[in-house]
Every structure is written in structure tokens, then in C-alpha cells.
């Protein structure tokens, strides 16, 4: 069920091994002594999906902690963040990460945090209230490529996506924005194509 009296509190990081998919059937996740949900940077993920896991089909309510860590290689099916935390997921490893299905909320900062370069995909998904969609690491000059796809964006008081890097590219279809401060924080607009 859907329900918070069924919520399931967890107490430490759910790791998910190479080649499994945690499909959590719709339960909403309660992380209890992992993080407040602030901007403090020491919190503890409540998912980690190493190289090749899944996820799918999980509420993770507040407090968002560190979200889910990403270690390449992932698919991400119908997760809803109710609530962000520190961020709401880190690419921490190289390879794909595709998020599709699934929403994010109340997001201090940022939704979608890349550490690593990677083939970043978000589809059919939805975010209202944040800072920036997609934050490529501040300063880092890896080449992400990133795509969006029929995506729903509202509230957010800084952008969509946001770079430093020269080699990263951004393509984007079927976006829809109501009050983004603005789309593109890129090093130069020639790095963002439809298609
Ligand atoms: O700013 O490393 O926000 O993974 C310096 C920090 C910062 C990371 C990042 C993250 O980039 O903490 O949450
Ligand atoms: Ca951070
Ligand atoms: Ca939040
Ligand atoms: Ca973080």
C-alpha cells in the first residue's frame, strides 16, 4: 500500500548488488537516524545501487537524507521523492544512469547530482520545488551527456540544468516548464540541442 502507517523505516543505506533490482511495489521508505533532510552534506544515501543494480517502484519520504547513489549503470523506475533531502541522487560512478517515471518535491537545492561522467537520461518524469534539475559537479570538466524527455518542471528558482563543462551536451524534447527562473546554465547555448 500506499499509505504512511505502512511506511517501512530503515535505519541504514539499502545496497543493491550488481545485476538485482530492489522493486520495492509501490512501499514508501522512512530512513530514522541517517540525515535530517537538510542541506548538510554528511548524510547517508538510503539507497546504493552499485554498478548494474535497479531500482523501481518506491516512495522514499522525508527526510530525504542523501537520496540514492548511482555507481553507473542504473535504471531508476517510478521513485517518487517526497520530500528532497541533500540532493535526491548522485551519479558516482561512470556509465548510464536513466531515471523514468517518478517525481521529485520540495527539493532545497538540487534534484540530480553528477559526480562521475556519464550518459544521464531523464524520462516521464516530474519535479516541483528546486534549485537546478541536474547539477553537473560544480568546477568538474568531464563530459556528461544528458537527455530529457517528456519531463515536467515547475517552481524552480534557479534552472533545469547547470554545467561548468565545455564538453558536456544536453538534449531535450517534450520539456515542459511553469516558473524556472531559467532553462540552460551552460558554458555556451551550442551544448543544448532538441531532438
Ligand atoms: O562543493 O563536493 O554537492 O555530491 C563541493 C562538494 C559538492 C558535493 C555535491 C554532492 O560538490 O557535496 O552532494
Ligand atoms: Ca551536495
Ligand atoms: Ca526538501
Ligand atoms: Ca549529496
Redesign the pocket.
Known sequence: GWSRADAKTITSTIVVKAGETYDGKGETIVAVGMGDGSQN?NQKPIFKLEKGANLKNVRIAAPGCDGVHCYGNNTITNVVWEDVG??AL?VKGEGSVTINGGAAYKASDKVF?L?KACTFTVKNFTADGFGKVIRQ??GSTFKCTIYIENCTFKNGKECVARTDSKTTQLYYRNMSTSNVKTNWMFPSSSQIHTY
Do not use: A, F, S, W
Request: charged letters at 40%; proline letters at 0%.
Open positions: 552534506e541533500e540532493d548522485t547530482q559526480n559537479n560544480g
